[in-house]
């Protein structure tokens, strides 16, 4: 003979599920980092570089959070409101407050719907070849 059994859910069982279900749907959150590009070039008044971040996707990109640590370990962060897609902005010492950003900083750009983060750092530009003219 069967019998029937109802399963008894501990209400604290409910609080979890509906917990991973938000954090695994309900962010909208991809699981990439946004789609960025970032160039620099020297700055016009010869203090640091300046930062020229591309948005290079197709929708705009909200809630940006920039991170900018030099080699010798000082920190400077800025936040961006909105980044439209196709839109690049230039940030550097007169937008970030006198912080200078030289060669061999590190950026860090994380982004509302994006659980990864956009990372890279300012390299030198490689010396010209010898014979090239």
């Not at 920039?66 to 839109?87: C, F, M, Q, Y």
């Not at 990864?116 to 003219?133: I, Y």
Request: net charge negative.
């Amino acid at each position: 003979m069967v019998q029937n059994r109802l399963v008894s859910i501990q209400p604290w069982c409910w609080g979890l599920t509906l917990v991973a279900v938000v954090v695994l749907s309900g962010c909208s959150g991809k699981l990439s980092e946004p789609p960025l590009g970032l160039t620099y070039r020297d700055s016009l008044m010869g203090i640091g570089k300046i930062l020229q971040i591309s948005n290079l996707g197709e929708e705009a990109l909200t809630e940006l959070q920039i991170r900018i640590e030099t080699p010798a370990g000082d920190v400077k962060n800025h936040t961006l409101s909105r980044l439209e897609a196709g839109e690049l902005v230039e940030l550097g010492w007169k937008k970030l407050d006198g912080f200078e950003i030289p060669v061999g900083a590190e950026v860090e750009v994380s982004c509302a719907g994006f659980l990864g983060s956009f990372r890279a750092q300012l390299k030198p530009e490689p010396a010209p070849s010898a014979g090239s003219s």
